[in-house]
Structure formats: structure tokens, C-alpha cells
């Protein structure tokens, strides 16, 4: 079993839509949660980071942690075209270790 | 604030030659992170430097590949004897502290390696 789990897609979906976008992970050890957007042949830019379990919101993102499930996921309302992009989680148990990806999900806004 | 900046953006390299990546952390920041993409696989952490000093190596191929982040210039990847199956994206990242990864760090725009 893979440390971090994340469909790749591609996922399509209708500009203005809200998307919904998860990974699981089976390291009960991660404590530190983020999502990261990475355009074509760019870096990845990192959208949000989280702590433990909860919500977190900031414009048109919201970020859900669930360490119960071990399930973690990222929401973008009013989707626009702007927004497709490959999205990766990514998620550390804390202090000098590097971070752990999930292999990004390739997501789509039709105009 | 010139960000994380990586160079050369695209290299080119026969098989058996050597590649050599740099990559000039954030202004401030002393912690840089090497990074690999393979084609359709996530990011896969190779090494983590101080100035002088590699933390944390785990990630790193046992042969041909090493790092460095001296006191005075950018940090540099070498990949000594490149084969095909290194062909991949080099990814560096840098922050500020310790505990950078906790709070995602800020990456470059990478080093495209193709060997040929």
C-alpha cells in the first residue's frame, strides 16, 4: 500500500462548479497537511497547509483534514477555467523529515 | 524577491555524461529540499541540506547521485553517469527554518533532465 493515495484523473467538470479533490494516507505519524497546484512544466505553488484535524478556508479553497479516516480534501468553489491544473497533497509527520506526495490529481475546467 | 531559482531550466545529457543541477534558495533562506518527478508519478524527496551540511539523504540513489549547499553559492545536484531512468523534473525547494516542511516550503520551477 502506497503511503498517499490520489486518483489521477483527469477530472472534468463545468466552470462554476464546485470541485472536490481528496487523498488517503496510512501514516498515522503526518501531522502537517497540504495541497499544492502545479501548472504544465511549472513547479508546484503551494495553495494550503493545515495542522491536524479540521477546516480551513481561505477565498475560494477550503481545505478538510479527517486523522480518523486518515483523509484529507481540498474544495474549490466557482471553479474557473484558470483553475485546471494538476493538484497535490502533500504531508509531513513533523520537524526535519521531507513531505510525502500523492502522484496529483490532472483537473479540468470547461469554460 | 527573486523566489527559488533553478538553472539550467532544460539539460541535455548522453548517457554516461554528468549532469549538474543549481539552485539558489529564497533570499534568507539556509534550508534547501531536492526534489524528483518522474513522468506520472508524484514528487519523490531525494535530500535535505543546511549550509555545509546534508540533514537528511534518504531519498538519494546510493550511487551516482550527491548534493551539496556550501557556505558561499547555490546549492548543486550531481548525477554522475546519467542513465535513460534518470530522465525526470528536479524540483528544489527552500525555506526559512527547521520545520519549513510542517508549513509547505516554496519550490523553484525545476530542471528538466533529458539523457539521451
Known amino acids: 500500500q502506497k503511503e498517499v493515495e490520489q486518483d489521477p484523473g483527469p477530472l472534468s467538470v463545468p466552470e462554476g462548479a464546485i470541485v472536490s479533490l481528496n487523498c488517503t494516507y496510512s501514516n498515522s505519524a503526518f501531522q502537517y497537511f497540504m495541497w499544492y497546484r502545479q501548472y504544465s512544466r511549472k513547479g508546484p505553488e503551494l495553495l494550503m497547509y493545515?495542522?491536524?484535524?479540521g477546516n480551513k478556508e481561505d477565498g475560494r479553497f477550503t481545505a478538510q483534514v479527517d486523522k480518523s479516516s486518515k483523509y484529507i480534501s481540498l474544495f474549490i468553489r466557482d471553479s474557473q477555467p484558470s483553475d485546471s491544473a494538476t493538484y497535490l497533497c502533500a504531508m509531513s509527520g513533523g520537524g526535519a523529515d521531507g513531505l510525502t506526495f500523492g502522484k496529483g490529481t490532472h483537473l479540468i475546467i470547461q469554460p | 524577491n527573486a523566489g527559488v531559482m533553478q538553472n539550467p531550466r532544460h539539460l541535455v545529457r548522453r548517457r554516461g555524461q554528468e549532469a549538474r543541477l543549481r539552485c539558489s534558495p529564497m533570499k534568507g533562506h539556509s534550508h534547501v529540499y531536492w526534489y524528483r518527478q518522474l513522468p506520472e508519478e508524484g514528487l519523490k524527496f531525494m535530500v535535505y541540506?543546511?549550509?555545509?551540511?546534508?540533514?537528511?539523504e534518504s531519498g538519494m540513489p546510493k550511487e551516482r547521485f550527491s548534493a551539496e549547499f556550501p557556505k558561499e553559492g547555490p546549492s548543486i545536484l550531481r548525477i554522475q553517469q546519467v542513465v535513460r531512468g534518470d530522465s525526470a523534473a528536479y524540483f528544489c525547494?527552500?525555506?526559512?527554518?527547521?520545520?519549513?516542511?510542517?508549513?509547505?516550503?516554496?519550490f523553484g520551477s525545476g530542471t528538466r533532465l533529458t539523457v539521451v
Open positions: 525547494a527552500s525555506s526559512l527554518k527547521l520545520t519549513g516542511a510542517n508549513y509547505g516550503y516554496t
Open positions: 541540506l543546511q549550509k555545509e551540511n546534508i540533514i537528511d
Open positions: 493545515t495542522y491536524s484535524s
